[in-house]
């Protein structure tokens, strides 16, 4: 069977994956376990005689600093307007938040003015299984941060407000609503 396996190709012609394969083994070895418990045959392979494959190592290489520092700090916009000041400085913010606390997008969009303390550069949020964890800034972080709260001018909660926003007299609209 695992040899069977080894051979098949995806829609694609190439071998299917480490992962793929061990989706099709992990049954065949719950099975087995289900035999074994309700004592049927006694002459079965046991369980543990199927090893899965080990996957393929990740590579967590990451960004290099010339690859974050052209995030940090794009290139040129078409008009230099208050408003793609504002969306430059939210931005950068956004960037250096992601990179320098380990957020997740849904976490840092779920992020309003009131959670998070400047002055002792941390916050309090609730992530995933609904676990409560502290995340320190960096000074960097905490100076993009002041640079974008204090180009904006309106009132609104959410820390972070999509493009339609960011403009004077518009209606409050937060990030995680962005397509």
Avoid: W
């Avoid at 400047?118 to 916050?123: A, I, N």
């Avoid at 609730?126 to 993009?144: D, Y």
């Amino acid at each position: 069977f695992r040899d069977r396996i080894f051979e098949l190709k995806s829609s694609r012609g190439s071998r299917l994956s480490r992962s793929t394969q061990n989706i099709y083994l992990v049954p065949v070895r719950s099975f087995l376990k289900f035999c074994h418990k309700r004592d049927f045959e006694k002459d079965l392979l046991s369980p543990e005689k199927i090893e899965l494959i080990k996957p393929d190592p990740r590579d967590v290489s990451g960004l290099n600093l010339e690859e974050l520092n052209r995030l940090r700090n794009p290139v040129g916009m078409a008009k230099s307007t208050k408003n793609s000041e504002i969306i430059g400085a939210r931005d950068r913010a956004i960037v250096e938040m992601l990179f320098s606390t380990g957020l997740r997008i849904s976490e840092l969009c779920a992020l309003n003015r009131e959670n998070v303390n400047l002055r002792t550069r941390e916050f309090s949020l609730q992530g995933k299984g609904k676990k409560i964890r502290t995340v320190f800034l960096t000074e960097q972080a905490v100076e993009f941060l002041e640079n974008y709260l204090d180009l904006r001018t309106d009132n609104f909660s959410p820390f972070f407000l999509d493009r339609k926003s960011t403009r004077l007299n518009s209606s409050h609209t937060d990030i995680s609503r962005m397509p």
